[in-house]
């Protein structure tokens, strides 16, 4: 599996409701003055789970595949891994991230 699969992706739909319940709580508006920034506001200005117990419980036993997804795409876009992969909450924040990337995309071809 890799971060560009949309279907299969762990997690993938909760990640979808997340952004769903994002943007539901935007008005149009802000929504058009944003829309070029809309990934970064739904996944970069906040953390999508705090805390070493939560994030934990999240990864459950896919702590490896994602990982895995991590480090593929920070390779592919920056050269070198720059999160922490020893942190479970930076672990889930990032992966959050890339996946937001892909439900942002589709949303934006939806629209």
């Known amino acids: 599996m890799t971060y560009e699969e949309p279907r299969g992706i762990y997690k ?14 935007q008005d149009r508006e802000w929504i058009e003055d944003n829309i070029d920034d809309i990934h970064h ?12 117990y939560r994030a934990k419980q999240w990864l ?16 592919h876009n920056f050269g070198e891994v720059y999160t922490d992969l020893s942190d479970p909450e930076k672990i889930v924040n990032m992966y959050t991230y890339i996946v937001g990337e892909k439900v942002v995309h589709e949303w934006l ?3």
């Open 12 to 25: 993938y739909e909760e990640i979808k409701e997340h952004f769903n319940d994002f943007i539901s709580d």
């Open 41 to 52: 506001h739904a996944f970069n200005t906040d953390y999508y789970i705090i805390g070493t």
């Open 60 to 75: 459950d036993d896919r702590a490896l595949d994602v990982i895995g997804t991590i480090k593929e795409y920070e390779l």
């Open 109 to 111: 071809e939806k629209r």
